[in-house]
């Protein structure tokens, strides 16, 4: 059974992240839906193999569940492929078929998911 389209958010702290990204990486908003619909949707929809998605361990949350996509084509940075060292946070709503996204960032700048970003926003939306 295929499920019902998955409603899409970007959490403002996201379009921040990604409007200061774009300024050096032209592609990103095609880079963004490409990933969304050649590796998230799938995965989500029609629970195919997830290919560089992954739950991020140890928030201590089950619902809504986050994860990080690492398999992210740049097209400004060719040669690169999905190796392009760009991270995408969100977050998956199951019951609600929704995503938010919460964090971008570019691996040449730091190493890791924000983690208080995270916590902040789990708070949010926790009643």
């Known amino acids: ?23 050096k990486y032209w592609s990103l908003d095609g880079d ?14 029609k629970n195919e193999e997830p ?14 569940k986050i994860y990080k996509a690492k398999k992210f084509a ?8 999905v190796q392009s060292g760009f991270r995408v946070i969100y977050a998956y709503f199951e019951r609600e078929n929704k995503i938010e996204f919460i964090e971008l960032y570019y691996k040449g700048e730091k190493d890791n998911e924000d983690k208080k970003r995270i916590r902040e926003y789990r708070k949010s939306i926790v009643p």
């Open 51 to 64: 290919v560089g998605i992954f739950q991020i361990p140890g928030l201590h949350t089950e619902y809504p």
């Open 1 to 23: 059974m295929m499920r019902m389209t998955i409603k899409i958010d970007f959490l403002p702290e996201f379009e921040k992240d990604l409007k200061r990204l774009k300024k």
């Open 74 to 81: 740049c097209e400004c940075m060719k040669g690169s492929g």
């Open 32 to 45: 963004i839906e490409n990933l969304i619909n050649s590796s998230i949707r799938p995965y989500h929809e």
